[in-house]
């Protein structure tokens, strides 16, 4: 019988590949059994899905198998579906099978909030994986063919975009630079469609720098982008959604951006939640449990004064990172390091050649600002392939 250590890994999001890559690296030969679980046998770029939801790129550049990432000798990868996670018993059920860990690092990514709003989770379309994005690009282009066949049904080409996050920033800018080319192939006037961004917060981006959100509203309402900021949507219905006091705008095409929660998984295996995260020790383990680390969307942690991180693809890595130093460091029996994050900078794209970002103290915009999202794109495809991934998915134009 082997006491060789077992550690699980579920989902290969950013947290957990980068998890299992710097395992493979840092663990000796036969000093640790690894499993990584994921339900597609790829990785994909969460950050980058927006450009093919849009349809101003290719899904297959936001995506790398897994094979092309770690070693199969270092690491077993099982291709699943987490059904249930017992922490009582150390072990995972798969659809089709069981795991026992010794282990276990949590990333199962997140699921769409929707804050209770009516018919939000039945009508509206979601930015989340390779699958959604194809769907939204080709529902998108169905739109335009459909009020060529009822050229009176302008709510055809009338698109809601929920929440002025990152996510819904960056979806409206490749929008608004699809929209002309659509325009152009489906014979249909620009002046018809219409493009919603609709934001409960009183402001677009919240907690980001206030003059830079000034510039994006500026350059995304010059490319046809239409703001409606400290406006709930009240209820998403088949016809468009209700906003504000009562006012409907009639709609075919609703995109839900508007917020992430943890995985319901965490909450059915026994786990102390907020919306579906775990308040994580300093060392990003769940309460109780020395051996269950969390990561990524199904995580909390706290800043120094007391306010969650947002759960950005940054924060992730970083704490992927920092969870295999911590399960390296607990096999060997050496003390384990406190997670603590290090904002490198926050880039959002507003369309081609438009960007914003704060990064080295300094702000940037308009075409620096897209220099800036690509160099970080290329930065973590360099993390995590090298020289050879960056080469095949990389964007430099």
Known sequence: MSSIPKIVILGAGYGG??????????????????????????????????????????????RVNISKLIDE?????????????????????????????????????????????PGLAENALSIRSINSVRLIREHIEYQFARFKREPHRTDYLTFV????????????????????????QFDV?????????????????????????????????KKGVTFKIGTAIK?????????????????????????????????????????GRVKVDEFMRAPGHENIFILGDNALVFNPEGRPYPPTAQIAMQAGMNCAHNL??????????????????VVASLG???????????????????WLKKIVDLRYLFIIGGIPLVLRKGKFL
């Not at 409907?248 to 907020?274: C, D, H, P, S, Y």
């Not at 081609?352 to 897209?370: C, D, L, N, S």
């Open 17 to 62: 590949v980068l998890t299992s890559l710097r395992l493979q690296k840092e663990l000796n030969y036969n000093e640790a059994d690894v499993t990584l679980v994921n339900k597609h046998d790829y990785h994909y770029i969460t950050t980058h899905l927006h450009m093919p939801a849009a349809g101003t790129d290719n899904p297959e550049n936001a």
């Open 73 to 117: 000798f270092k690491i077993d990868f099982v291709k699943s579906t987490v059904v249930q996670i017992r922490p009582q018993d150390r072990k995972v059920i798969l659809e089709d099978g069981t795991l026992s860990y010794d282990y276990l690092v949590i990333g199962l990514g997140g699921e769409p909030e929707t804050f209770g709003i």
């Open 161 to 184: 975009v929920g929440g002025a996050g990152f996510t819904g920033i960056e979806f409206v800018g490749e929008l608004a630079t699809r929209v002309p080319e659509l325009c152009k």
């Open 189 to 221: 006037d620009p002046a018809l469609v219409k493009i919603y961004n609709i934001e409960a917060a009183p402001t677009a981006l919240p907690g980001f720098d206030p003059e830079l959100v000034q510039y994006a509203m500026e350059t995304l309402t």
């Open 235 to 275: 209820e998403c219905t088949p016809d468009g959604v209700v906003v504000g006091v009562g006012e409907e705008i009639k709609a075919q095409t609703v995109v839900w951006t508007g917020g992430i929660r943890g995985n319901r998984l965490i909450e059915e295996a026994g786990f102390e939640t907020m919306r």
């Open 328 to 345: 390296v460091a607990s096999i060997r029996n050496q003390p384990l390091k406190p997670f603590v994050f290090h904002n490198k900078g």
């Open 352 to 370: 081609k050649g438009e960007g914003i970002g704060v990064a080295f103290g300094r702000k940037y915009k308009g075409r620096t600002g897209a």
